[in-house]
């Protein structure tokens, strides 16, 4: 932290008009605020409350910040730091964005690291059914996303999307139940519209 520190001493607090440090070339403050994002969530994971301190005093917005930060602890497989991240933001951020900041890391495992337990597990962080539905179909857990989508927060769509998900497996991780499930479900429902 302390040389993450001294490379943030570059950079005053952005005042509104007048203050020493006005910009006027905009590339300038764009390249600025790049580098100083990059700093901010590399510091995330070390010391949280100090990065939140700097993206209030820079106004930079935190989803994206978060986003990094957890997309970069999931690529080194760094699952307790990641977990301690996502637990830190619980209220600094709404929960789609938040659902967005763990899709990150879901998708890190998912696709990178083929690591479906640990996908599974940080699905479990996701507060927004229809997140964790996606989250669950991207995952390959079928009979769970079909529960979801049959539950009480489930919409046609999220039905057709298991639906259409579980036609597109290769043939021997078919579940005909689900797919006769969703088949039966779509049938009734949409004759009800």
């Avoid at 764009?30 to 820079?58: C, H, K, N, Q, Y």
């Avoid at 209220?91 to 479906?116: L, P």
Wanted: glycine share 6%; aromatic share 6%; net charge positive.
């Amino acid at each position: 932290p302390a040389r993450l520190l001294s490379s943030l001493s570059l950079f005053g607090p952005r005042q509104r008009r007048g203050g020493a440090h006005q910009y006027t070339d905009s590339n300038v403050e764009a390249a600025e605020t790049i580098r100083l994002s990059s700093i901010t969530s590399a510091l995330l994971p070390r010391d949280f409350d100090l990065a939140f301190r700097v993206m209030g005093d820079f106004r930079l917005s935190p989803a994206p910040l978060y986003s990094q930060a957890a997309r970069g602890l999931a690529r080194r497989m760094n699952l307790s730091s990641l977990t301690e991240l996502l637990r830190n933001i619980g209220f600094t951020i709404g929960d789609e964005e938040r659902d967005e900041v763990v899709a990150e890391a879901i998708t890190v495992y998912n696709e990178i690291h083929k690591d479906k337990a640990v996908a599974r597990i940080l699905i479990k962080h996701l507060t927004l059914p229809r997140n964790q539905l996606k989250a669950l179909v991207q995952s390959g857990y079928m009979s769970e996303a079909a529960d979801i989508a049959f539950g009480p927060h489930g919409t046609i769509e999220g039905v057709q999307l298991v639906l259409n998900s579980t036609r597109n497996r290769p043939q021997s991780w078919k579940n005909t139940t689900i797919i006769k499930n969703c088949e039966a479900y779509l049938v009734t429902h949409s004759a009800s519209r």
